[in-house]
């Protein structure tokens, strides 16, 4: 018995704990998603280990002016050419924050994951459909994939469930056309 309870003890002693940050339909915004983590950890007095970010990677922002109202959306973006392969209105593409991550300009304190959604830069989501490195600590998935951070797995799988699509190929290649800006983020049965 006593051989037992010492084995458990050792088993309990190798669990780490970690904290986590789940950020749903952030919209990409970095800037203000650190903000939020960091008065979190300040109130909590703890230390957020990652944030996952589930669905659009991408902002949305209210900006006011002179004539109307209008939601204005800073894309997750590198360049022009990301930009035009998002699906959305062309009066919502603006370049957002990330291209200072994404250049070196700024560097995400801890590891981000992003879980692709439906208004993404899509050619760049393509570039890694396996997942990989969207900037220094900012991983992406893919368009399905299981990662492990110590103990745990974290997994996902990137786009929406259209039903038409689901059990299509995926046929689409950059340059994305109209269609295919749209159908690339749908989910498939074989991801």
């Not at 002179?66 to 973006?77: D, F, K, L």
Request: proline share 2%.
């Amino acid at each position: 018995m006593r051989a037992f309870e010492e084995k458990e003890k050792n088993i309990c002693a190798c669990i780490a704990i970690y904290k986590l940050a789940v950020v749903g339909c952030a919209h990409g915004e970095l800037e203000k998603i650190l903000e939020e983590v960091e008065k979190y950890e300040k109130n909590e007095k703890c230390e957020i280990d990652i944030i996952i970010c589930c669905g659009d990677f991408q902002v949305m922002e209210k900006t006011n002016y002179a004539r109307t109202n209008n939601n204005i959306t800073q894309q997750a973006v590198r360049n022009g050419y990301d930009l035009s392969s998002l699906s959305c209105p062309r009066k919502y593409m603006k370049e957002g924050d990330f291209k200072k991550y994404y250049n070196g300009q700024k560097k995400m304190k801890r590891l981000m994951i992003v879980i692709g959604g439906n208004h993404e830069a899509s050619n760049h989501n393509m570039e890694l459909y396996n997942g990989g490195w969207l900037a220094p600590n900012i991983y992406y998935l893919g368009k399905s994939g299981v990662i492990r951070f110590g103990g745990i797995r974290i997994g996902g799988i990137s786009g929406i469930f259209k039903a038409y699509d689901f059990d299509m190929p995926m046929k689409e290649t950059c340059p994305l056309q109209i269609k295919t800006k749209i159908s690339v983020n749908h989910v498939r049965r074989f991801q």
